[in-house]
């Protein structure tokens, strides 16, 4: 069964044809992408704010809730000490004797102490649900801004993701075709040196007797070497695979 190279043997020009070939549609499909600049991450990190923001307004929420069942607790537990504190006192018209007043007496004073401390509850309360309902306010109004930004960058990275849809997916395709040429070993160590140079370039020409990519000065021998095809070479100084001033016309015979 064929393999994905066809099982078939490419010589060293062959080989670094191909692989200036996929270098320059790799570098067109960098050009696209380029175009959407910043927009891709943009729209990521105001889209994680966004959702930031809506975990923010739900913990507020739920503090919100909270801070009601307090006051709502509390009130109920003002009522019931009232309650307790207005049989505690139709109690104390049957005593027998001042033993009893007085530890009647010393009940409805812990009833009130604890009215008193439940108010003081339901204040601090108050004031809580108050500071949350302003920051709810200004955390709804945050929301809505950053959702109208968001949706203006989706729309702006859309519109140019769909203009350049059509020929990235077609530079796409034929990026996988050129790949299926190159055998596994070159073509990892190809796509190990564009991912470590800042131009994403891993393929240059040799120009005015200087790398394409560094700039650096390549000796006259190495020159020589290059442009005889006869075995792949690098840039001593940036790793690059270099080719000669003429692959150009080659690719198109």
Known sequence: MAT?????????????????????????????????????QEVKDKSDELEGLKTRLSNIEQNMKECETQISDHRIRIENCNATIARYKEQQNNVRNNREYDNISKEIEYQQLDIELSQKKIKNATADLEARQEEKARTITEIEEK????????????????????????LMIRSTDLEKKVDDRLLAAFKRIRKNAHNGLAVVKVERDSCGGCHSKIPAQRQLDVRLHKKILVCEFCGRILVDSDIDDMIKK
Request: proline share 2%; net charge negative; hydrophobic share 35%.
């Open 147 to 170: 959702t109208i930004d968001l949706e203006q960058k989706r729309s702006q990275l859309e519109t140019i993701l769909m203009e350049t849809k059509a020929e990235t997916e077609a």
């Open 4 to 40: 994905k190279k066809d099982e078939k043997e490419f010589t060293v020009e062959e080989k670094l044809k191909t692989l200036y070939e996929l270098q320059l549609v790799d570098s067109k499909i960098d050009a696209l992408r380029t175009l959407a600049g910043e927009l891709p």
